[in-house]
């Protein structure tokens, strides 16, 4: 099974700074973080890795400093990490930034299942998953609690107003997971490992062969 992680690197709460000429936020990798919500995506990729076999690729779009979250991700499982960065991406809505979501998951290629957290912390919209489910013209299922995959389907549980769900969505497909899953934090030896056995691979706007008027 070969799935993709969009995760992102978001900024301390009481150090977020506007830049008074692009009124964008400042990014520095001292206060900046892994999104506390995409760690619960990671969790249930790795676990889908171990359970059935393939592969988990971190996803992330950001300045250069933003390989610190793809390097967390590569120390909590993820078997490969790809950066999309460009000075053009810079304070990218919703919409744009799902569109270059969806061209790098284009690049990439065959997948069966793209997870990601439920909302950020920064902007706390949980837009941009639902968009890029529309952008790749997938089936998508919000705050996903369990998977299982059966054959060519997967098996997902979740809770909506007080009522459990069971549902079952061809792949490939795309989920938002629930903060209610248990996490766990990678150790000093696996972040050494991480940066000792792996590299990110850094993509721009050309590489991606992104429309330039759709994106920032």
């Avoid at 993709?4 to 150090?15: F, L, N, P, T």
């Avoid at 744009?96 to 979501?101: I, K, M, N, P, Q």
């Avoid at 989920?175 to 056995?197: G, N, Y």
């Amino acid at each position: 099974m070969n799935i993709i992680v969009c995760i992102k690197q978001v900024i301390a709460g009481d150090q977020a700074k506007l830049d008074p000429r692009s009124h964008s936020l400042i990014r520095s990798a001292e206060f900046s973080h892994i999104n506390p919500f995409d760690l619960f995506a990671l969790e249930v990729a790795v676990h889908l890795k171990r359970e059935y076999a393939g592969s988990v690729t971190a996803l992330t779009m950001g300045p250069r400093i933003s390989e610190e979250v793809l390097w967390e991700a590569l120390a909590i499982g993820a078997d490969r990490a790809i950066l999309l960065s460009d000075p053009r991406f810079a304070a990218s809505d919703t919409l744009a930034t799902s569109y270059v979501l969806g061209m790098g998951i284009r690049k990439i290629g065959e997948f069966d299942l793209i997870l990601c957290g439920m909302q950020t912390t920064d902007s706390g919209t949980s837009q941009v998953a639902p968009q890029l489910a529309e952008e790749l013209n997938l089936p998508h299922i919000t705050a996903v609690e369990r998977v299982e995959r059966e054959g060519p389907l997967f098996r997902v549980e979740r809770t909506s107003d007080g009522f459990k769900e069971i549902l079952e969505v061809s792949a490939p497909a795309l989920f938002t997971v629930s903060s209610k899953m248990p996490i766990r934090l990678p150790s000093f030896i696996q972040i050494q490992d991480a940066f000792a056995k792996n590299r990110i691979e850094c993509l721009n706007l050309e590489d991606l062969k992104a429309d330039p008027s759709k994106v920032g």
